[in-house]
């Protein structure tokens, strides 16, 4: 079964349609569609859920609204938990400076693909 790391940004854009970055609703919602035909697994990391409901409360002021989203998205992922990562994730982010959030989506791609 094909696995993949989708970041917080593509679940935004698959719900929220900007004027001027129609283009990026299209594909982001190509892009998911197409991991749902093929039974893909996606794998994410536990921050996931807040980066998710911090980004789209900025499109959607409703909070409700935004919960019903960020609900819908994790019936369809499945999310690794913050102990399973944590050392590997503090050894990369003081090796390569990178911020928090892109070291997990970084580990996370790189532990679906069973890189280590």
Avoid: N
Wanted: glycine share 2%; with cysteine; proline share 3%.
């Amino acid at each position: 079964m094909p696995r993949a790391v989708i970041d917080a940004s593509v679940f935004v854009d698959y719900f929220v349609k900007v004027r001027g970055c129609e283009e990026c609703h299209m594909q982001a919602r190509s892009v998911v569609e197409g991991l749902s035909e093929l039974a893909c697994v996606v794998y994410e990391p536990f921050i996931l859920e807040i980066e998710l409901s911090a980004v789209l409360v900025r499109h959607v002021s409703d909070r409700d609204v935004v919960r019903s989203i960020v609900r819908r998205v994790l019936r369809h992922v499945v999310l690794v938990p913050e102990e399973e990562l944590h050392e590997l994730a503090l050894g990369v982010a003081l090796s390569t400076r990178c911020r928090a959030v892109d070291v997990y989506y970084v580990l996370r791609q790189l532990r679906s693909l069973q890189c280590w």
